[in-house]
């Protein structure tokens, strides 16, 4: 068992004792999973309101350098080049055989670009694209800054009483602006399907700006549980469980994600790690497509249950799963056989030997309400 004293620790670690939260290890830090509130109470009041997110633990990256965006663009099968000034893009690091070995945000800052990675990929993200891009470029990992998210239909109101440029950005805009006087690099993109911001902010000022979010009636502390199930309602991935070194894009259903002009045929297809694998994928299909399941009944599906077929024939599987607090029911997604998924035939998860029926959805569970302008 994991000693919290052995993990490491956010900026943020004793206002999160400060507020009562119950503190677990995540990615090798302490992370509150919830406050005293509930997750039940911290999932809805994000929905309702409007949530404080400390993600501090994820890895920002400052990359800068002569041909950045080629040179990134060699990494991910996204459009670096075609990223204007002060935009924000999701995107993915392959592997030499097409897999994902991890999902980003990635951002054009003018001189610079910022990448935000995932936690407990963040040094061996470093360390690949320190091996796969040229030595003129800078790489940086910033351990010297928190990342605060604010999430829900009423962020943009509080924020924008704090620092009135922010209610201007548009979903993926990006922006150099003070809050209450403190230097913020901030983006309007989340992990919950709501409209709401990333602030990215120098260690030492995190716990007085995030004080002070928390001083607005709109905004309540909210901790991994209902990160998690907020995600998930907005069929959202979670790397290492939904998607990993072993799934490529095209059966992660990420087809969206590869930009265009990166798709086979397209004006700069491929080049970058793995790309044959995944044009053939492209092509040909794969054998199994990341899905959104509905389930019959009150009882949750959880991760690694697995799915039958009407022959109780193994046809897949749970990758995550839970209870949607917004739907008042549960909520799962997973892999599932491209022939079943395409015949549209009946299967069921098997929970403790009991075949709950299962169907596929169409869309989230929940509305993504992301401002456009």
Known sequence: MTVLSELLKTPLFGLHEKLGAKMVPFAGYAMPVQYPAGVMKEHLATRESAGLFDVSHMGQIRACGPNLAEALESLLPQDVIGLGENRQRYGLLTNADGGIRDDLMFANCGDHFMLVVNAACKHEDFAW??????????????????????????????????????????????????????PCWVSCSGYTGEDGYEISVAADKAQALAELL???????????????????????????????????????????????????????????????????????????????LDIEGRAPVREGARLLNDQDEVCGRVTSGGFGPTVGKPVAMGYVDTALVESGAAFFAEVRKNRIPVSIRSKAFVEQRYFRG
């Open 129 to 182: 694209l320190r091996q796969g891009l040229p030595a003129s470029i800078e790489l940086e990992l910033l351990d010297d800054r928190a990342l605060l998210a604010v999430q829900g239909p009423k962020a943009r109101q509080a924020m924008g009483q704090l620092a009135p440029a922010l209610a201007k950005l548009r979903f993926m805009d990006t922006a150099d602006i003070e809050i209450a006087g403190i």
């Open 214 to 292: 928390l001083e607005r009636p709109e905004i309540e502390p909210i901790g991994l549980g209902a990160r998690d199930s907020l995600r998930l309602e907005a069929g959202l991935c979670l790397y290492g469980h939904d998607i990993d070194a072993d799934t490529n894009p095209v059966s992660a259903n990420l087809k969206w994600a590869v930009s265009p002009v990166r798709r086979p045929g397209g004006e700069r297809a491929g080049g970058y790690p793995g790309a044959d694998i995944v044009a053939a994928n492209w092509q040909q299909g794969a054998s199994q497509q990341r899905v959104l």
